[in-house]
């Protein structure tokens, strides 16, 4: 029996692919990778369970980072580096391929589906830059793609595979109800890096981080972001649910230096200045930071909820744990207003 690697997101297309190659008898297993920028992992692993194949799970580290802020083949509408991340995908399936001792590797790619990423010579680039060369197989546009490694040396049957081109899904929808691949899942909310509004906060990052790892895409996904200095950024919760995302991130094992201003007396957002060490700078200086962290967690507070002469907030940074009366300042006005911004590239979201 072949055996075959999948690129598994438990998508329609993936799990088109996976019927397609079982039809056939092909033993699956399903490669899921996780990014910082897209995790749909117990999604994929439910519906591995549902059809019956191993399933793989592995994350990108930071060298995948470095990437996208430098893409060999650029970017597309946002900061999403399509062909040099399906790459790399493509690398963390062959590495597998010869773990398992599988015959080839196989995507639920569809030629002309994605304009700037799956073009026939897109995925030739794909294919050759990978490494995987002629085992890399997309059995959903087989046919309008020139015969893999796989198909002639008679692992698998051209003649049953298919030939989708385009953006179209109703023969899709068809072909998922003729493999009974269960219930169609809807399409899913997409990875980060092909959002506008994303794009902004990630370029802000890429400009004044030489370094920037997994735990600061985090801090991205915590609500408002505002850049202080090119050394301090504020990440400002805009819900309850992003001032405690932003509180497990302070405590992460792999958090960097920050302040952290969480409201003691008053409703109001949490507040995470990463980047602000006190050995960087004087005791006076670093007394302003920290006033700066209290005066702009009350900018972006209902002035009516709270007694501007009596506010006082939980105030964190390194081993210290202080409650500390924090208090308005006009001057901030310049951070909020001119640097806290989300419409466009030439600003931090």
């Known amino acids: 029996m072949s055996k075959a690697i999948v690129l598994f997101s438990g998508g329609l297309d993936s799990l088109l692919t996976v019927r397609v190659l079982q039809q056939q008898e092909i033993e699956v297993v399903g490669l899921h990778i996780v990014t910082p920028f897209h995790d749909v992992s117990?999604?994929?692993?439910l519906r591995a369970g549902q059809l019956g194949i191993k399933f793989v799970l592995?994350?990108?580290?930071?060298?995948?980072?470095?990437?996208?802020?430098?893409?060999?083949?650029?970017?597309?509408?946002?900061?999403?580096?399509?062909?040099?991340?399906?790459?790399?995908?493509?690398?963390?399936?062959?590495?597998?391929?010869?773990?398992?001792?599988?015959?080839?590797?196989?995507?639920?790619?569809?030629?002309?589906?994605r304009p700037n990423s799956q073009k026939q010579h897109q995925l030739a680039l794909i294919a050759r830059e990978s490494g995987l060369g002629g085992k890399l197989?997309?059995?959903?546009?087989?046919?309008?793609?020139?015969?893999?490694?796989?198909?002639?040396?008679?692992?698998?049957?051209?003649?049953?595979?298919?030939?989708?081109?385009?953006?179209?899904?109703?023969?899709?929808?068809?072909?998922?109800?003729?493999?009974?691949?269960?219930?169609?899942?809807?399409?899913?909310?997409?990875?980060?890096?092909c959002e506008k509004s994303f794009a902004p906060r990630l370029e802000d990052l890429f400009k004044y981080c030489n370094d920037?790892?997994?735990?600061?895409?985090?801090?991205?996904?915590?609500?408002?972001?505002?850049?202080?200095?090119?050394?301090?950024?504020?990440?400002?919760?805009?819900?309850?649910?992003?001032?405690?995302?932003?509180?497990?991130?302070?405590?992460?094992?792999?958090?960097?230096?920050?302040?952290?201003?969480?409201?003691?007396?008053?409703?109001?957002?949490?507040?995470?200045?990463?980047?602000?060490?006190?050995?960087d700078h004087s005791p006076e200086e670093f007394e302003k930071i920290l006033d700066l962290a209290g005066a702009l967690t009350l900018r972006f507070t209902n002035?009516?909820?709270?007694?501007?002469?009596?506010?006082?907030?939980?105030?964190?940074y390194g081993k210290e744990k202080v409650l500390r009366k924090i208090r308005p300042d006009p001057a901030v006005e310049q951070y909020a207003v001119l640097k806290e911004m989300d419409s466009d590239h030439k600003r931090v979201g």
């Not at 991340?85 to 010869?98: S, V, Y």
């Not at 072909?175 to 980060?192: E, N």
């Not at 405590?251 to 050995?279: M, Q, W, Y």
């Open 42 to 45: 117990e999604h994929a692993a």
């Open 58 to 113: 592995r994350r990108t580290d930071d060298n995948y980072l470095k990437m996208i802020a430098a893409p060999r083949f650029g970017y597309g509408k946002a900061l999403n580096p399509c062909i040099d991340c399906r790459i790399e995908m493509c690398r963390f399936a062959k590495q597998l391929l010869e773990e398992e001792g599988a015959d080839f590797v196989a995507t639920g790619e569809i030629a002309g589906q």
């Open 137 to 193: 197989l997309r059995p959903l546009s087989a046919k309008v793609l020139a015969p893999t490694t796989p198909e002639n040396e008679g692992l698998i049957d051209r003649k049953q595979l298919c030939a989708f081109t385009g953006r179209g899904r109703i023969q899709l929808f068809s072909l998922a109800r003729k493999l009974d691949v269960g219930k169609i899942p809807q399409p899913s909310t997409g990875c980060l890096l």
């Open 212 to 279: 920037p790892t997994g735990w600061d895409i985090e801090v991205l996904g915590g609500g408002r972001q505002i850049r202080i200095s090119p050394t301090i950024k504020c990440a400002m919760g805009r819900n309850e649910a992003n001032c405690l995302h932003l509180q497990r991130l302070f405590d992460h094992p792999d958090a960097k230096p920050s302040i952290i201003v969480i409201p003691e007396n008053f409703n109001g957002p949490t507040t995470l200045f990463v980047g602000a060490k006190p050995e």
């Open 303 to 316: 002035p009516n909820k709270y007694d501007p002469d009596n506010t006082v907030a939980l105030v964190r």
